[in-house]
């Protein structure tokens, strides 16, 4: 079956880039998804990116699709505080599911 | 628009008490699902529906009931509560009809089985 898989944590300093990488099982999957959650609350899609483009910037986030080694990242810029959060990816499949993986806790240094 | 409402927020059951969790949007959405998010698990789909009197099962649906009588509501009965059930469950949808569309999720229900 579908299979999404992230590193479980993730440390960075404050200003630096941040890179959350999540690789995937399903090649046949049409859409991947990040979300944020933060500590009490629910999810917030944060950007999504179609399979067939390679990257999708929108302000301090960037995604990179590999679609040939199943491999999504999120790049945050000048990460903040506010960032802290535990960040998923997801994927959408032909059948429409969308599978979630265990997400990464981003933690900021101060 | 509400977006996606969850009740009840709070809940704690005893081992085979039986409950539903409710989940209701107002945007009518085609597509909603029910997931469980369990630390270290991250967030397991239990149940999802393309569409009214239309229903499947996800990655985790043991123990769990559903039913899609109309578009807005999208309820998950436990049958006979477990402890094994203790997780935060988030009820979602999106519109299911356009491309790229965003998946809302509700504010989740906290359930407790002692």
């Known amino acids: 079956g579908e299979d999404v898989e992230q590193s479980l944590f993730l440390s960075v300093r404050e200003g630096d880039s941040s890179v959350i990488n999540c690789t995937y099982t399903d090649s046949s999957s049409t859409y991947l998804y990040w979300y944020k959650q933060e500590p009490g609350a629910g999810l917030q899609l944060l950007t999504y990116?179609?399979?067939?483009?390679d990257m999708k910037q929108d302000q301090r986030l960037t995604v990179l699709l590999n679609k040939k080694d199943k491999h999504l990242s999120l790049r945050i810029a000048d990460t903040q505080t506010g960032d802290s959060a535990i960040y998923f990816c997801a994927e959408r499949g032909r059948d429409d599911k969308i599978i979630f993986g265990k997400g990464t806790r981003l933690h900021i240094l101060p | 628009n509400a977006g996606v409402t969850q009740t009840p927020k709070f809940q704690v059951l005893k081992t085979g008490q039986s409950m539903t969790l409710q989940c209701a949007q107002d945007?009518?959405?085609?597509?909603m699902s029910w997931y469980r998010q369990d630390p270290g698990m991250g967030l397991r789909l239990i149940h999802y529906?393309?569409?009214?009197?239309?229903?499947d099962q996800g990655e985790v649906p043991n123990g769990y009931n559903v039913s899609r009588s109309t578009t807005e509501d999208f309820p998950l009965r436990l049958l006979s509560a477990a402890p094994s059930q203790t997780s935060v469950y988030f009820c979602?949808?999106?519109?299911?009809?356009?491309?790229?569309?965003?998946?809302?999720f509700g504010p989740g229900t906290r359930l407790l089985v002692l």
């Open positions: 529906s393309v569409g009214a009197g239309i229903t």
């Open positions: 990116i179609f399979s067939n483009m």
């Open positions: 945007m009518n959405h085609e597509y």
């Open positions: 979602a949808s999106r519109d299911g009809r356009r491309v790229g569309e965003t998946q809302y």
